[in-house]
T-cell receptor, first 109, second 114 residues
Framework: GQNIDQPTEMTATEGAIVQINCTYQ??????LFWYQQHAGEAPTFLSY??LDGLEEKGRFSSFLSRSKGYSYLLLKELQMKDSASYLC??????????WGAGTKLIIKP | DAMVIQNPRYQVTQFGKPVTLSCSQT?????MYWYQQKSSQAPKLLFH???????NEADTPDNFQSRRPNTSFCFLDIRSPGLGDAAMYLC?????????????FGNGTRLTVT
């Protein structure tokens, strides 16, 4: 079956760095997306990885290891507005996104 | 700005009373999706359209139906809402010919069933 595993909740301090891990099992693989979702709002696109390695985008970076079925999202210089859920979503062989329940990130001053 | 618009933002309906949610897009994307998302859960795909080709997920209840009269518009009909259908309903679009194309979501419609 297809499965996504992310921590349910994480807490970090403003200004710090946090890494949100995601492991996945899918039928085939066509890339992995990370989305940010603030409470009561729709998800917004953060990053896409299809090859192994690190993709950097400002304060956010995303890493992929296809052989390990593993990705992480790295958030640097945390701000209070980064408090949100972060959803890992790999794409299977049918180009369908398989969604995790997300990691709720709480930022403390 | 090109975008995905959902109306209404909040919808209250009575148990068993049909309700229709709407979605429009100006992105000219050929794929449109309807997701249901309950609190602290993953979005659950209900339907998607590749152009006019309709794809129904195997576990989508018969109580849910969808229409896509043209490229820009898509509707979600809930024929007889139950209390368990209270959720956020998300419409999204993507460019199907690019696997790297992310989903663009509307703001969602939060449905309450009384």
């Amino acid at each position: 079956g297809q499965n996504i595993d992310q921590p349910t909740e994480m807490t970090a301090t403003e200004g710090a760095i946090v890494q949100i891990n995601c492991t996945y099992q899918t039928s085939g693989f066509n890339g992995l997306f990370w989305y940010q979702q603030h409470a009561g709002e729709a998800p917004t696109f953060l990053s896409y990885n299809v090859l192994d390695g690190l993709e950097e985008k400002g304060r956010f970076s995303s890493f992929l290891s296809r052989s390990k079925g593993y990705s992480y999202l790295l958030l640097k210089e945390l701000q209070m507005k980064d408090s949100a859920s972060y959803l890992c979503a790999p794409m299977d062989s049918n180009y369908q996104l398989i969604w995790g329940a997300g990691t709720k990130l709480i930022i403390k001053p | 700005d090109a975008m995905v618009i959902q109306n209404p933002r909040y919808q209250v309906t009575q148990f068993g009373k049909p309700v229709t949610l709407s979605c429009s897009q100006t992105l000219n994307h050929n794929v449109m999706y309807w997701y249901q998302q309950k609190s602290s859960q993953a979005p659950k795909l209900l339907f998607h359209y590749y152009d006019k080709d309709f794809n129904n997920e195997a576990d989508t209840p018969d109580n849910f139906q969808s229409r896509r009269p043209n490229t820009s518009f898509c509707f979600l009909d809930i024929r007889s809402p139950g209390l368990g259908d209270a959720a956020m309903y998300l419409c999204a679009t993507s460019h199907a010919d690019l696997s790297s194309s992310p989903l663009h979501f509307g703001n969602g419609t939060r449905l309450t069933v009384t």
